[in-house]
Structure formats: C-alpha cells, structure tokens
C-alpha cells in the first residue's frame, strides 16, 4: 500500500470523497489521486517520493511556479506583523490600486477569498443595481459553486455529471437562463423574449471548465450590444484568465469593458483570494455605501494579498506575459510535432499558457462538441503520462498551465513522453 493510498483511505473516513474539492478524486480519469508532499517551480513530490512534472499548477495560481521565493518571503515578512487584522490595513489599498490601473475596465474592486465569492458578488451586485432576478450563463462554464450559476456547470460538476447540482432550489435555478457558448441566434432570441427581465450575461473570458474553446469571432460584440440595448450588465469572469493571459487578462486582449469582472487565483499567489470589481457606479451599491451586503472576515487577509502582490509584481517585472506566450508558443509546436508523430489528429488548442488536448478530432466551439471527446482515451493517457511523471488536469475538461517555472527542455521531454504514450494507445 502506497503512502497515498494510506493516506486516501483515512481522508474518505473524515472528508467526502475524501477530498477537499471534487475534481481532485480522480473520478474523471479513474484511480486513486496521489497526496502532494511538496512542491517547488514547475514540480511536486507525491508523498511516495515520485517527482512530477506539473501542469494543473494548482489550478491556474501557481503561474511563477510553485512557492517562488518572491511570494516566501512577502509571506515571511507580513506574517512576523500579523497573519490576519479583520481591519483595514495599506496592502488593501495597494492591492486595489494595482487592480484597477492594470484592468482599465475596474474603478472600483473588492477583495473576497474565493473565485466563488467573486463571482457570487457580482450576481447579486448586478441584481441589486438593475432591480432585475434573471442571469443568462452558457453550458460547460464554470464560475464556482454559486448556487444560481450551479446549472449546467463544468469543472468538476461537469466531470462528475452533475452540472445541475442538487440542492439548488428550482425556483431559483429557473431565474438562471442557460445558452450555448457561441450560439448567436439563441443569444439574440433570449434578449428578444426576456431582455428586461435580465440583469447580466456572466461568462468566462475564455471558457476553460469543459476544455477549452475560444469565442467565435463577433460573438462577444454582440453580447456586448444586446446587453447596452436592453440594460443588462456584462460579467465577465476572469478568475482563471485575469493577470495570465495579459497584465489586464483577456478583456485587454480584445479590448472590451465589462461592466463588472470577477478576479481569482493568480492574484492570491496561492493563498485564498478572490477579487471583484467594475464601473464605480455600480460598485458604489455595495454596503457599507449602498444597499447590496457583502462583506468576508478574511476578505484582504493580509498574507493573502502580500502574497499575490509579490506575485503580480514580480510578473511584471519580467514581463511574465511574453514569457508565457514564447513558452506556450514553443509548447504548441511541439505537441503538434508529437501528435503528427504519433498519428494522432486530436484537437489540441491553446491560449497564451493555457492548454487542452481534446480527444476528438472534430471542432469544438461548445459544450455539445467538447462532449465529443474520448473520454477512455483521455483516461488512460492521463494515466500513462502520470506513470512517466507528467501530471495533467484529472478530467478532459480542464484545461492545462504552463508557468515560469517550466524550462524549454521540461516542454520539449513532456511533448515527447505525450506523443510516445499517445503512439501506444
Ligand atoms: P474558486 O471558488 O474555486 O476559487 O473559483 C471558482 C471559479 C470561478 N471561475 C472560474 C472561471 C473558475 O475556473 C473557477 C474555479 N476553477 C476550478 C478549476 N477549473 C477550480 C478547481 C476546483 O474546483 O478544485
């Protein structure tokens, strides 16, 4: 019996499922989940000793690498004046200011700890502002475990089969309208029946929790339209894409304003932080100002934000952004290379330094064609990758992270172990 495995078997005693958030099981791919014993750069050690190449980089926050000694010692150092005040403290205003001048469609931000509470807060804030209960979400995103946008989820709800969680109260789960992601007409149509009674469109800047695809060109120009003419708020989550796929995430990529963004991970630095922020006006209905609550006794927490603002910081410096996109570049064509090599016409795609290897060589503009994918196939080259010591999102719809910790030479023996195992099966 294998230490994790040990470990696994006591976590299902005290934990369900025994772990801490679903996608971790394994259920996607099968198997046992390996417990991490630690993790340094572009690698963690399993609690057996194996070393692995990583690329779930905790999900997206880890995009220096793991424990960079930039976020150590800001955390080092903040922790020997306290760990948490429950007041307000300057790395507050610091935090709030380096959002806002990087993301120039944010006047106004607040911190909360979760990518779940960001998003949360901008559903109610949209319907405090509009006076109005409908949100329009698409099928296969993702925006955390809200209970009005757990409908037709993906992530882990999707890889467990449950996108409509139980749970959610269908007189609340009706207020939430959910569309193809890329379905114009179906977009324009709802406007049409019910464009008053929408308060937002959230959706995800790049969704990335069924895979990986990528809005159709003019698609989000018109989200944008029909949310002017009829008074709705865009919501644009940018938790897994904001501060990695640019210095002001993918809205700066396409240079479009929503009205309210949701921010997370890479700004914590690995620390539980989550962000949201947009037009004062609408940020200005938030308690203690205005009549919409909010509120976190650990929202601003201290290490939190010495930790993200290290990080932030510190891609700045060295223009972490071009540095990811050199690597994912380099990636891109060598998991291409590999794929030809091995016969294999999967649809691979990627964004920056993030990826998908989608089993199926059909296109894949939504749900539905993601669904298309072998998920056997997926299984056993997770499995197979993972033996080589390359671990991989646990579930065909995740998406993949390249950090700057990853080395030209990790990429090019990692694209070489996938094409081999992608050969074999
Ligand atoms: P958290 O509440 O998990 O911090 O963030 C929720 C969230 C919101 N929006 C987007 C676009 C997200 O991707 C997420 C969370 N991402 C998943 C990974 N696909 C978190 C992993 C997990 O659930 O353990």
Redesign the pocket.
């Known amino acids: 019996m294998t230490r994790s495995s040990e470990l696994f078997a006591a976590a299902r005693r005290y934990i369900p499922g025994g772990v801490n958030?679903?996608?971790?099981a394994f259920r996607g791919v099968g198997g046992e989940p390996f417990f991490v014993e630690r993790a340094s750069g572009a690698r963690i050690w399993d609690a057996d000793g194996r070393e692995l190449i990583d690329f779930v980089g905790t999900?997206?926050p880890a995009i220096l690498g793991h424990a960079p000694r930039v976020v150590l010692d800001a955390i080092n150092a903040t922790a020997q004046r306290g760990v948490s005040f429950g007041a307000p403290h300057a790395l507050e205003v610091e935090m709030a200011r380096t959002i806002c001048e990087w993301v120039p469609s944010i006047e106004k931000v607040r911190m909360v700890n979760?990518?779940?509470?960001a998003?949360m807060s901008c559903v109610r804030l949209a319907r405090g502002f509009t006076g109005r209960g409908k949100i329009v979400k698409f099928t296969g995103c993702?925006?955390?475990?809200v209970d009005s946008l757990l409908v037709k989820a993906g992530?882990?709800a999707l890889t467990h089969g449950h996108p409509d969680s139980a749970g959610v109260p269908t007189e609340l789960a009706a207020l939430t309208i959910t569309l193809p992601f890329n379905d114009a007409d179906a977009l324009r149509a709802v406007f049409a029946e019910q464009g008053k009674e929408i308060a937002a469109v959230i959706v995800?800047a790049v969704p990335?929790?069924a895979g990986l695809y990528f809005p159709e060109p003019g698609f989000y120009e018109l989200l944008w339209k029909l949310c002017a003419e009829h008074e709705s708020l865009v919501i644009f989550?940018e938790?897994?894409t904001g501060f990695r796929l640019a210095r002001g995430g993918y809205q700066q990529i396409i240079g479009m304003k929503p009205d309210l963004t949701?921010l997370?991970?890479v700004i914590g630095g690995g620390l539980p932080v989550?962000a949201f922020g947009g037009r004062r006006e609408i940020m200005d209905m938030l308690s203690p100002d205005g009549p919409v609550y909010q509120a976190g006794t650990l929202s601003g927490n201290p290490l939190a934000l010495a930790a993200g603002l290290a990080q932030l910081n510190e891609l700045e410096r060295v223009d972490g952004w071009a540095k990811l996109e050199a690597l994912g570049a380099e990636f891109e064509v060598r998991v291409r290379a590999g794929l030809k090599r091995a016969g294999r016409d999967y649809n691979f795609r990627r964004i920056g330094s993030m990826f998908c290897l989608y089993f199926t060589n059909g296109p894949v503009r939504n749900l539905a064609e993601a669904f298309a994918s072998d998920k056997a196939a997926f299984a056993k080259f997770f499995h197979a990758c993972l033996e080589r010591g390359v671990y991989f999102a646990p579930s065909q719809f995740?998406a993949g992270f390249l950090s700057l910790a990853h080395t030209a030479e990790d990429l090019a023996k990692v694209a070489d172990i996938a094409a081999d195992v992608l050969s074999k099966i």
């Open positions: 958030s679903p996608v971790r999900w997206g979760s990518g779940t509470e998003t993702y925006h955390g475990h992530s882990g995800e990335a929790n989550d938790v897994m949701a997370g991970k989550g995740e």
